[in-house]
């Protein structure tokens, strides 16, 4: 068992692929391997130090997948892939791909969710994206400057109104 503050890395003597072992007080303990592990050389804004993350699904079917810190496992973040949740949506690609000095085609681009205890005001950070080099899996969080790019954007816009019988 490895505690909240201890990590190991371990080889697999069948697979003789590298593991990243944490233990997350959310997620339980995580054999991660060392290639599905995404390097933030910069951090993440207000994340300085975090700078090793893994993407989790959520469940089958969902849009929704965590984001969660090796270095600090208790760190962890609702992410989606904006298309799923934003409609008319059109990533940066190209100002991705120049950030990561790579080709827009192996970019991945995840944004940051906000989910308050009223699910329907549940919020998206699209100034901020997170991108990734699938090649590599060196990543990290753009700050876009384009007035279309709503740091709090709603993914439930209106409200559901009910219309009632009568």
């Not at 592990?37 to 804004?45: C, K």
């Not at 940066?92 to 005001?121: H, K």
């Not at 876009?144 to 219309?163: F, N, T």
Request: aromatic share 6%.
């Amino acid at each position: 068992m490895v505690s909240a503050a201890e990590e190991s890395v371990s080889t697999s003597p069948a697979s003789a692929s590298a593991v990243v072992q944490v233990r997350s007080s959310r997620f339980g303990d995580l054999r991660v391997p060392v290639d599905r592990v995404l390097h933030f050389p910069q951090g993440l804004i207000g994340f300085a130090a975090a700078r090793r993350f893994v993407i989790l699904d959520h469940r089958s079917g969902s849009p929704f997948k965590w984001m969660v810190c090796l270095d600090d496992p208790d760190i962890a973040f609702a992410v989606a892939e904006p298309a799923r949740l934003v409609p008319d949506y059109r990533a940066p690609l190209d100002a991705a791909a120049r950030a990561l000095g790579v080709e827009a085609a192996d970019v991945a681009l995840f944004v940051i969710v906000t989910i308050p205890p009223d699910p329907l005001a549940m919020t998206v950070n699209l100034m901020a994206p997170v991108v990734v080099d699938m090649r590599t899996r060196r990543s990290r969080q753009l700050v876009l400057e384009d007035e279309r790019c709503d740091p709090s954007y709603r993914v439930c816009a209106g409200s559901v109104a009910v219309a009632a019988e009568s």
